[in-house]
């Protein structure tokens, strides 16, 4: 028996194949020169008049024969798809994590779905914001928010001061120069809040996600699997089309 993934994997070709035709096709219909045939003889007036060969243009493509050819063509394009259509409809696989079944008896549609939106959470879980390694943190319960333990620091104002250089004389005034000097006025407690999250928790939920990405993936292969009912669509359709 022919099997879901097998005709998966010719779909594309046979696609492929009859837009090819297709277009080939319509070419050769477009083409007027290419439908037209002729054939002339000539005649003198009399027997002393010159001769000349005769002509002749033979038909180089027929109407009934690209009709069948794209018959030919699309009858196996709409039997295949028919055929993986009709297995969809019945092919289904649970998504188990661990020996937990997340979801249950998921048709192939549903599950490239999942696969679609995991991997757009992937890359949203791993651009979440994380707290600052740097710091030691704890949960708030009040504020529900991430704190640091207070922190002191001394705030200070810089004071002017004069540093005499040489002593005034008789003769010259003092040499002063002013120089500023840190002097401690008060002190800053400071807690930090921030509503990022510990890399630890980042890390559990990309496991989850990476776990249930792998998970949604066995599924389709297991619902690809199924065994499929070759259908023969094709030839009604194009059996009433260019009957």
Known sequence: MTKLNQIIAVEKGVKSKAVQDGAAAHQKVQKP???AGI???YQPKDEEGEQLPPESTRVQVRGEEILREMSASLTRLFDVTATKDWANCTARADVTVDGRTIVGEAPVSYLLFLEKQLTELHAFVKRLPVLDGAESWSLDPSTDW????????IRTKKVPRNHVKAEATDKHPAQVE???EDVPIGYWTTVKFSG???ARRVNELLDRVEKLQ???KFAREEANGTE???QR???AVFGYLFA
């Open 33 to 35: 020169a290419l439908l």
């Open 39 to 41: 054939s002339r003889a």
């Open 146 to 153: 991430w704190k640091t333990d207070p922190v002191r620091t």
């Open 178 to 180: 002013v120089y500023y």
């Open 196 to 198: 990022a999250l510990p």
């Open 214 to 216: 792998q998970a949604v």
């Open 228 to 230: 499929v009912v070759d």
């Open 233 to 235: 669509v094709g030839d």
